[in-house]
């Protein structure tokens, strides 16, 4: 299985562009990159999934280069409300759906 | 109907009490998972259940039970728990187990806050 790393915390101002970036250096060739959104007391919640190049839907767009190696999810002018865990997730469905988590990245915006 | 439902919210046990955790998902989905979550960690998958069979058992201790009886619920009996297995135990469910072409997209409930005492 694919083993995430991405940066424990990011600090940002409302309304600018927040971007975070997972390493995922030994993704496999049918893996998919997801990327969720977490508040405290809450379940995680689903955000963006690609596989290859741009994919954009109305919360946030997800780049991920040639290689696959990494990912990064950005989010555009963010606002207080943003202010949660960032979970980046590679799953691999020929592993039996064994859906792990990366370690997570702490996002605080700041007003 | 896109909600995973967990109960209850929050529960507190002793060591030697018997206690469920349920959950329900009305999406028509055949997959369903159990995490345990931990203050400030990611979520750690306990099982995995496709089409009402456990396919993942990630190797989680006996006093932790798993049951499925139709493809709508997810059961999570607990039995001689320990202090340490208190976290937040998360439900979740995904469209279809296996679907090549397409990732899978996890739905999660809001999970049941356990203290173990």
């Known amino acids: 299985l694919a083993k995430t790393t991405q940066p424990i915390s990011m600090d940002s101002y409302e309304g600018q562009e927040v971007n975070i970036t997972c390493s995922h250096n030994?993704?496999?060739?049918?893996?998919?990159i997801t990327w969720y959104q977490q508040f405290p007391s809450q379940g995680p919640r689903f955000i963006i999934q690609g596989y290859k190049t741009k994919v954009t839907n109305e919360v946030a767009s997800l780049f991920i280069p040639a290689d696959r190696k990494s990912s990064t999810l950005s989010l555009p002018r963010v606002s207080l409300s943003d202010t949660a865990v960032y979970y980046c997730?590679?799953?691999?469905?020929?592993?039996?759906?064994?859906?792990?988590f990366g370690g997570g990245t702490r996002v605080l915006v700041k007003p | 109907d896109t909600e995973v439902t967990q109960t209850p919210k929050h529960l507190v046990m002793g060591m030697t009490n018997k206690k469920s955790l349920k959950c329900e998902q009305h999406?028509?989905?055949?997959?369903m998972y159990w995490y345990k979550q931990k203050a400030k960690k990611p979520p750690e998958l306990m099982f995995v259940?496709?089409?009402?069979?456990?396919?993942i058992n990630e190797s989680v201790p006996s006093r932790f039970s798993p049951e499925c009886p139709n493809s709508s619920l997810l059961n999570l009996h607990l039995h001689a728990l320990q202090p340490e297995d208190s976290a937040l135990y998360l439900c979740?469910?995904?469209?279809?187990?296996?679907?090549?072409?397409?990732?899978?997209?996890?739905?999660f409930g809001s999970g049941t806050q356990l203290s173990v005492l």
């Open positions: 999406m028509g989905h055949r997959a």
């Open positions: 259940y496709s089409y009402e069979k456990l396919s």
């Open positions: 030994n993704i496999a060739t049918n893996d998919y």
């Open positions: 997730l590679v799953g691999d469905k020929a592993a039996g759906n064994k859906l792990t």
């Open positions: 979740a469910s995904s469209h279809s187990p296996g679907n090549r072409g397409a990732g899978e997209k996890l739905f």
